[in-house]
């Protein structure tokens, strides 16, 4: 199984602040990673896949990088409504997920 | 607008049965994979099961693979996952979702999740 390998576990930033979470892939998986992002009681929303493509409808301070092993997502300026838990997942194999990084305000 | 509503989730005993639903729209039948995935309270997201598009084929998640069953009724547009001999390690929010080639494998829609409580 590909295991996917998030940090950091925690994130304390404040608003306008620019944040990157990082994700690790245990073997190759060329550009087949989401980035999903989830509040309390609700269900994870997608915000980008292929690495790097911005799902519709969401706002262009969310950024994804990276490919092979190595993959980044950043918020450019954090916004109140930004707080929330992200996850990656690897969409090479039967899926997996990152542990995820909660963004907490500082 | 595909929107997904599970359905099914509740309180079980140890080795017990239940059944989830996931009521789909028509379309999302014939153009997406389905999949399950859950949630344990705190923790983070585990994928469990797909069924492809199709119906043709299906996979499991290796803690759920002989235990758990996923199906459908393409003619109610419903999507099923039977759990049985259930743990307490299964307690969890269950969400369907789907998976279109045009996201590269990522899972687009999700339901709003049904809760699974597995204790004696």
């Known amino acids: 199984d590909i295991q996917m390998i998030q940090s950091p576990p925690t994130l304390s930033a404040s608003v306008g602040d620019r944040v990157t979470i990082t994700c690790r892939a245990t073997q190759s998986i060329g550009s087949w990673l989401a980035w999903y992002q989830q509040k309390p009681g609700k269900a994870p929303k997608l915000l980008i896949y292929?690495?790097?493509t911005l799902e519709s409808g969401v706002p262009s301070r969310f950024s994804g990088g990276g490919s092979g092993t190595e993959f980044t997502l950043t918020i450019s300026s954090l916004q109140p409504e930004d707080f929330a838990t992200y996850y990656c997942?690897?969409?090479?194999?039967?899926?997996?997920f990152g542990g995820g990084t909660k963004v907490e305000i500082k | 607008q595909v929107q997904l509503v599970e359905s099914g989730g509740g309180v079980v005993q140890p080795g017990g049965s239940l059944r989830l639903s996931c009521a789909a729209s028509?379309?999302?039948?014939?153009?997406?994979?389905l999949h399950w995935v859950r949630q344990a309270p705190g923790k983070g997201l585990e994928w469990v099961a797909v069924l492809w598009s199709d119906g043709s084929n299906e996979n499991y998640a290796e803690s759920v693979r002989g235990r758990f069953t996923i199906s459908r009724d393409s003619s109610k547009s419903t999507l099923y996952l039977q759990m049985n001999s259930l743990r307490a390690e299964d307690t969890a929010v269950y969400y369907c979702?789907?998976?279109?080639?045009?996201?590269?494998?990522?899972?687009?829609?999700w339901g709003q999740g049904t809760m699974v409580t597995v204790a004696s």
């Open positions: 028509a379309s999302t039948f014939r153009s997406y994979a």
């Open positions: 292929k690495a790097s």
């Open positions: 979702t789907t998976e279109s080639s045009t996201y590269g494998g990522a899972f687009d829609i």
């Open positions: 997942q690897q969409c090479k194999s039967y899926p997996t």
